[in-house]
């Protein structure tokens, strides 16, 4: 069976659910048996739903027009 | 130095062979005159290679190193020698094939190329001159992508064309060499071989395979001594590992193997040039040698996006003279010449090579571009106005700017830690963006080579206050481990006020380093897919993968103090 060390280095594909048959099968053999890498794999999932969700780096909307127009005034005024 | 100066400060008609190959004395030799030794040796190789008409014509050579600039995307040498561009037979068509392919994809490069030229009806003399003006061509492209001289007088820039379709295959395939035939043996005192025997006491094979032009051999051993010999400015070990690096960049096994030896009889140790060759920022050597193969190496891959490319300032904060600039784009010029050379001719290495370079080697260099189809990416939905932009239309690039500043400005935010510094990042990516549209060829999503001018552009400006960089020890990476073992809330986010949340988000982001940072943004903010995370970072995709599931797992740690289940406040259990 896996160790933790080898669950923890392989286990990026499954958090995806892109991992092959046999990959998944070894990984969840290893959760059956293993309550601290359930517990990581959990709160790896919530982990990626809350950074997904936030806003941290949303930029607002009038901050885009304004950018645009900055940009396209000094495109502009390089090439009349 | 002074006697440098005061040949620098006469007027540039002393290069008649540059008068005669150009009509005028170009600014891309113009560029190197605090080098007139350099310029000497360039208009020699010139004159043999280009000039002087054998088998080849010289409309015929221009054609192939206008054909040698256009996969490079170089602008400057397409104008130089695209005036004498023609429409071209079916016969000819297979010759500038030839040239793009060896000088684009080298380690692809083979024997069956070498003989699907020859079923076509060009002889091995013809191959022959093919292979040198193919090297000439990545020698001045070297030069002017570190150089970027104006546009000479009377040139114009190339109108877009139908690019190259090679025959490629994206398989590494080994044949044994030489590929062609010799000509007759010259006689022992012929002064290049001479040379060869007093500078590195035996002479190299790739100069063997070259016998049917002994007028070239002459400017190549030329080259050779009044680039990479003389010391007035850089010292001889120093330009022997920027061709080392060069070469180990080019995954050129002949010239790697070479120069181990050649650093071996200046005192070099061979473990140092292995790991020269491996990763030269481990290497025992100094700061200012390390930038200086830094930059070099990016010469390798002239493609660069807009903002990763040589740097030329970086180098003179590292106290590096306009003079050694100069010397060091010069020698990774002929690095870039003389393995080109050796990929066209198939030489055989003089030694045993201690560093063989094989398929698992393709892509190890951050950047490296993977050779892929010529047809434009299939699925971009910015496709069309790109096309109207790189058309001239301008105001249709207000169109890309508006569909992707919230995911350029939200990766450059979390790169450089505030939307201040983010927003004057986000314009400079834009305006690089137009100013290099010309050069997007259109071999991933557009968006992907935006957010990898972000990055270049974000990582820059890391660099450039890096006392800001908030907590690169913040773990230590060798030995990552989970400590927060107790169990989350099912519901986490209810824990936490959604604007403390996305405060929590944005710390633990800054907070992680830089490497895992950047991975997690393209994934998991800007939500990018692993392929478009990988192509953006010139990551191969196990790579990126390594790192988001390492920032993800980092990110958990910082995370989950405020996550876990609140009557939960011991460990559930312990890693085995």
Redesign the interface.
């Known amino acids: 069976m896996l160790s933790c060390a080898d669950f923890l280095a392989e286990f990026g594909d499954y958090l995806e659910n892109v991992a092959n048959p046999d990959l998944r099968a070894r990984l969840e053999e290893h959760l059956r048996e293993c309550k601290t890498c359930r517990v990581i794999v959990d709160s790896t999932k919530k982990t990626i739903r809350i950074v997904t969700d936030s806003d941290s780096f949303t930029v607002p909307a009038e901050n885009v027009e304004s950018i645009v127009k900055d940009v396209m005034a000094r495109i502009r005024k390089k090439k009349p | 130095m002074s006697e440098s100066l005061a040949i620098r400060n006469e007027p540039f008609g002393q290069y008649p062979g540059l008068v005669a190959a150009h009509g005028l004395v170009p600014n891309l030799f113009r560029a190197q005159s605090e080098l007139p030794r350099v310029i000497e040796a360039e208009e020699r190789l010139i004159d043999a290679v280009v000039v002087r008409e054998n088998v080849l014509s010289r409309p015929q050579k221009e054609s192939l190193l206008c054909t040698v600039a256009g996969v490079w995307g170089n602008d400057y040498c397409q104008a130089l020698y695209g005036r004498s561009l023609r429409a071209v037979s079916e016969k000819e068509t297979a010759l500038l094939k030839f040239a793009g392919k060896l000088a684009r994809q080298a380690p692809w490069f083979s024997r069956k190329d070498v003989q699907v030229l020859r079923d076509t009806g060009f002889d091995d003399a013809a191959i022959l001159e093919s292979v040198i003006t193919t090297a000439l061509g990545r020698f001045l492209c070297t030069l002017a992508y570190a150089l970027h001289p104006d546009l000479d007088p009377g040139l114009a820039l190339p109108v877009s064309s139908e690019p190259l379709r090679f025959s490629e295959s994206s398989d590494w395939v080994e044949t044994p060499g030489p590929y062609l035939q010799q000509g007759p043996r010259p006689a022992e005192d012929f002064p290049p071989y001479a040379s060869f025997r007093e500078q590195y006491g035996f002479i190299p094979n790739l100069f063997r395979v070259q016998t049917l032009r002994p007028d070239v051999l002459e400017a190549e051993v030329q080259a050779l001594e009044k680039i990479l010999l003389p010391e007035d400015y850089l010292s001889r070990t120093q330009k022997e590992s920027i061709l080392l690096v060069t070469s180990a960049a080019n995954l050129n096994t002949y010239w790697v193997s070479v120069q181990g030896q050649m650093l071996s009889v200046l005192g070099v140790p061979p473990e140092e040039s292995d790991q020269l060759v491996e990763d030269h920022h481990r290497a025992a050597i100094k700061a200012a040698d390390i930038a200086l193969l830094d930059e070099v190496r990016k010469l390798a891959y002239p493609l660069a996006p807009p903002g990763s490319g040589f740097e030329w300032d970086t180098l003179r904060a590292y106290g590096f003279s306009a003079a050694q600039i100069v010397e060091a784009v010069a020698m990774s010029a002929l690095a870039n010449f003389l393995n080109t050379l050796q990929a066209g001719l198939g030489a055989v290495p003089d030694f045993p090579p201690r560093r063989v370079f094989g398929q698992k080697d393709l892509y190890r260099f951050p950047g490296q571009v993977r050779p892929t189809s010529d047809a434009a990416f299939p699925d971009d939905p910015d496709a069309d106005v790109v096309a109207r932009v790189q058309n001239g239309e ?2 249709a ?2 169109d890309l ?2 569909r992707h ?2 995911r350029v ?3 450059l ?2 790169i450089v830690g505030n ?1 201040d510094d983010a ?1 004057d990042a ?2 400079d990516v ?2 690089k963006a ?1 100013e290099h549209i010309d050069r997007f060829q259109r071999r991933s999503k557009f968006s992907t080579w935006l957010i990898s001018i972000a990055i270049n552009t974000g990582t820059e400006f890391l660099r450039q206050c890096k006392p800001c960089d908030p907590l690169e020890n913040f773990e230590d990476e060798q030995g990552f481990r ?1 400590r ?5 809330a099912d519901n ?2 209810q824990q936490v006020a959604a604007a403390q ?3 929590l ?2 710390e633990a ?1 800054l907070r992680l380093p830089e490497k895992y940072r950047v991975a ?2 393209l994934r ?2 800007s ?1 990018l897919s ?1 392929e478009e995370a990988a192509a953006a970072l010139g990551l191969k995709v196990p790579a990126l ?2 790192r ?2 390492r920032g ?2 980092m ?2 740690e910082s ?2 103090p405020h ?1 876990i289940r609140i009557e939960n406040r011991s460990p ?5």
Do not use: C, N, Y
């Open positions: 301008v105001d690039f207000e700017v508006r500043t919230r400005m939200a990766t935010a979390g939307m927003r986000t314009q834009f305006l137009f989970p927060q073992l107790q169990s989350w986490p986010e949340r996305s405060s988000v944005r982001v997690v943004l998991d903010i939500q692993t993968k390594a988001v599931l993800r797992l990110l958990r995370l989950a996550f559930d259990a312990q890693l085995r």
